[in-house]
C-alpha cells in the first residue's frame, strides 16, 4: 500500500516494571523504522536480561527497510507494515499477542516493545498473564509518549553553478531541511515530507527548465 500520510510512534524509548504476586513485569519500548531494527531491539534486551524467565517481543514495523522501498512515480513511499509477536515459552496467546494488541490498539507502527518477566514462583493463570503483559505495554508507552512522524524520502538534488540559487530559493521557500555540497557541480541533500515530495519536484524542473537532476 501507498502511505504518505502522517502516523503515531513512541517519542524515545523507554521502561516501566511492576511486580504481580511475586512476578516482576519490565516493559521495554523504542522507535526504530525496520524489521533488522526492532530485531536489534529484541536482541539487546534478551542479552542484557539474559537472566529473565521470559522476554516477550512484539513490533510493527516496515517491511522493507528505507532504501528499499518502492515509488510509485508520484512520491509517494510504498510501504507494507510487518506484524510479529512472540510468546517466548508463555502459554499460547498468553504474553506475544497481548502486547501486540495494545500497539494495534493505539495504532502506532515503527515501534517495538519487549516485556521481561522474572518469575515470581505463583502461577498467573493465562488471564492474569494477558492481563500483566498488556499493562507492561501499555505502561511503557505511557513513559516514552506517543508522537506524530511525517513519512520523509531523501533526495539528492544535483545542479549547476548557474541554477543552484535557484534551487536554494526553492528549497528555502518549502521550509524542507538540506545541505549543501558544492563541487564541480553543486549537490543538495534533501529531506523532504513523502507528500510534497512530486510538487517540489515539479517546482524544481519547471524553475531550471529541467536542467536539475533528482534521485532518490
Known amino acids: 500500500m501507498t502511505d504518505p500520510d502522517p502516523y503515531l510512534t513512541v517519542a524515545e524509548r523507554a521502561r516501566a516494571a511492576f511486580e504481580v504476586r511475586g512476578s516482576e513485569f519490565i516493559g521495554h519500548v523504542g522507535p526504530v523504522s525496520s524489521v533488522e531494527g526492532a530485531e536489534t531491539f529484541v536482541d539487546a534486551i534478551r542479552t542484557e536480561y539474559d537472566d529473565a524467565t521470559h522476554n516477550v517481543p512484539a513490533y510493527r514495523v516496515p517491511a522493507t527497510p528505507p532504501e528499499e522501498r518502492s515509488s510509485n512515480g508520484h512520491g509517494d513511499a510504498s510501504v507494507m507494515i510487518r506484524e510479529y509477536a512472540s510468546d517466548d515459552g508463555e502459554p499460547s496467546g498468553s504474553a506475544g499477542k497481548p502486547a501486540l494488541n495494545v500497539l494495534q490498539g493505539r495504532d502506532l507502527r515503527n515501534v517495538v516493545v519487549v516485556i521481561t518477566r522474572y518469575y515470581g514462583g505463583t502461577n498467573l493463570g493465562v488471564g492474569g498473564l494477558v492481563r500483566a503483559y498488556g499493562r507492561a505495554t501499555k505502561e511503557a508507552i505511557e513513559a516514552a509518549g506517543i508522537r506524530e512522524e511525517v513519512p520523509h524520502r531523501q533526495l539528492t538534488v544535483t545542479t549547476s553553478y548557474d541554477d543552484s540559487g535557484t534551487v536554494r530559493g526553492i528549497l528555502e521557500s518549502v ?41 532518490g
Open 175 to 215: 521550509g524542507v531541511d538540506f545541505e549543501a555540497n558544492y563541487d564541480v557541480d553543486v549537490r543538495f541533500a534533501v529531506r523532504v515530507p513523502v507528500v510534497d515530495v512530486a510538487e517540489i519536484e515539479d517546482r524544481l524542473r519547471s524553475a531550471t527548465s529541467g536542467r536539475v537532476s533528482i534521485d
